[in-house]
């Protein structure tokens, strides 16, 4: 399985065009405009679009994922925009992030493998400094029925490894909620993400 996972983002992530685009998600814009620059990790990166925004307005940008596609593009695409970020690959436990090493950790689409994924958002929330922000977006539980109509969406079609605002409040259940909540949206990220979806939005500050 785990595999597989790997071959199917490198398959993804090895294409020509940015498969979501090389624009910043729009809650994450939102969001991110909010806060006072620092240190900010974006786990599951992918092709890099975030991270290189970040960057752009001043954070010391960190970011993973597993493929080395994405890892490829997302340096490429930080180039050209004239911003430096660190890009690692491989599983979290391994990449030698510190406690309270960062002021925010954004989770854009981060659908991790539901046997990894509370594992982890829990070693995540020890890499976040106390009083750091989480933003968080990624499709509901509610997707699949937008999934099936329009597959030109995006997003993954196993249930397991979509979310709930129950399993969020769980995971992160010491911090503070500025924003949670279960809205339909319009996407047009790239080719990846284009229509009408279901997601899940979450702003939260750690105790």
Same mark, same amino acid.
């Given at each position: 399985?785990? +595999?597989? @996972? /790997?071959?199917? @983002? +490198?398959? &993804?992530?090895?294409? &020509? =065009?940015y498969a979501y685009g090389t624009?910043? +998600?729009?809650? /994450? &814009? =939102?969001k991110l405009g909010t806060l006072p620059t620092g240190s900010i990790l974006f786990p599951a990166e992918g092709e890099g679009r975030n991270a290189v925004y970040a960057a752009q307005l001043g954070w010391k940008v960190s970011a993973f994922d597993i493929s080395k596609e994405g890892q490829k593009k997302a340096l490429k695409l930080a180039k050209k925009k004239q911003v430096s970020i660190d890009y690692e690959i491989g599983e979290l436990a391994n990449l030698g992030y510190k406690p309270e090493q960062f002021d925010a950790i954004a989770l854009i689409y981060a659908h991790f493998p539901p046997n990894i994924r509370s594992d982890y958002h829990k070693l995540l929330h020890t890499y976040l400094k106390k !009083? !750091?922000? $989480? $933003?968080? =977006?990624?499709?509901?539980k509610a997707h699949l029925d937008y999934k099936k109509k329009n597959p030109n969406v995006g997003g993954p079609g196993n249930p397991d490894y979509l979310f709930s605002m129950e399993e969020l409040q769980s995971d992160f259940s010491d911090y503070e909620i500025l924003d949670l909540k279960q809205t339909t949206v319009q996407l047009n990220e790239g080719d990846g993400h284009v229509g009408t979806g279901s997601v899940i939005r979450f702003l939260a500050r750690k105790k």
């Open positions: 399985m785990a +595999n597989d @996972w /790997l071959k199917m @983002w +490198n398959a &993804k992530f090895g294409q &020509k =065009e624009q910043p +998600n729009d809650y /994450l &814009k =939102e !009083g !750091g922000t $989480i $933003i968080f =977006e990624a499709f509901s």
